[in-house]
């Protein structure tokens, strides 16, 4: 079993939607959570930590579900540039992180 | 600098040469990481570098790659005798310390074998 898995969509959703996105890890002592953007051809990046109490960031709230060992992002009111490929990570360890294999979405005008 | 920088940007080399890929990390950043990642692909891990040392290079896909940082700074990831399958994105990424926080990433190399 991979240590954290998405699922790879694509989802394609009309512009001013909710979507939502899970990551799920098996290792129960993972500590901290990230979601990561990438656009085609470019690098990742830093999107926004989860924390235990989720937390959000203008149209963005990210949650963690210890429980059922899984991350989720929720992003309201869908814009074109919202279109990218969202990557979770997730830390098990000192030295032990894991990056999803990414969640792509398309928004549609 | 302001942010990670990687160089060259592009790279194509035929079968066989080597090649050195060059990352300058954020100054003070203390962790250094090299991922590469292939077309419609994930993120591979291929080594982590905290200061000058490397507590873990489980990812480095065969002898022929090599990693080393010097000063605590600059790191070069060196592929001998390139092969087909190398083709890919090579990103390094750095953080003021070891598992804490999000990385920056650098643009990437994008090395191609011909």
């Known amino acids: 079993r991979k240590e954290v898995e998405q699922d790879p969509g694509p989802f394609n959703v009309p512009e001013g939607a909710t979507v939502a996105f899970n990551c799920t890890y098996s290792?129960?002592?993972?500590?901290?959570f990230f979601w990561y953007r990438q656009d085609c051809r470019k690098e990742p990046k830093l999107l926004m930590s989860?924390?235990?109490s989720g937390n959000e960031d203008g149209r963005f709230t990210a949650q963690l579900n210890r429980a059922s060992q899984y991350i989720s992002l929720l992003i309201r009111d869908s814009k074109l540039s919202d279109s990218a490929t969202y990557l979770c990570k997730v830390r098990t360890g000192a030295n032990n992180l894991f990056f999803g294999t990414g969640t792509r979405l398309t928004v549609i005008p | 600098g302001a942010g990670v920088s990687q160089s060259p940007s592009n790279k194509v080399t035929e079968k066989g040469k080597d090649v050195e890929l060059r990352c300058d990390p954020i100054?003070?950043?203390?962790?250094l990481y090299w991922y590469r990642q292939s077309l419609g692909q994930g993120l591979e891990f291929l080594i982590y570098?905290?200061?000058?040392?490397?507590?873990?290079k489980s990812g480095l896909p065969s002898d022929r790659f090599s990693a080393e940082r010097t000063g605590g700074s600059v790191s070069t990831l060196t592929i001998q005798r390139t092969q087909q399958e190398d083709s890919a994105v090579y990103l390094c990424?750095?953080?003021?310390?070891?598992?804490?926080?999000?990385?920056?990433f650098g643009s990437g190399t994008r090395l191609t074998v011909v």
């Open positions: 290792n129960s002592a993972s500590q901290s």
């Open positions: 990424a750095s953080n003021p310390r070891s598992g804490l926080g999000g990385y920056t």
């Open positions: 570098f905290q200061g000058n040392s490397a507590p873990d």
């Open positions: 989860v924390y235990s």
């Open positions: 100054s003070g950043h203390t962790a």
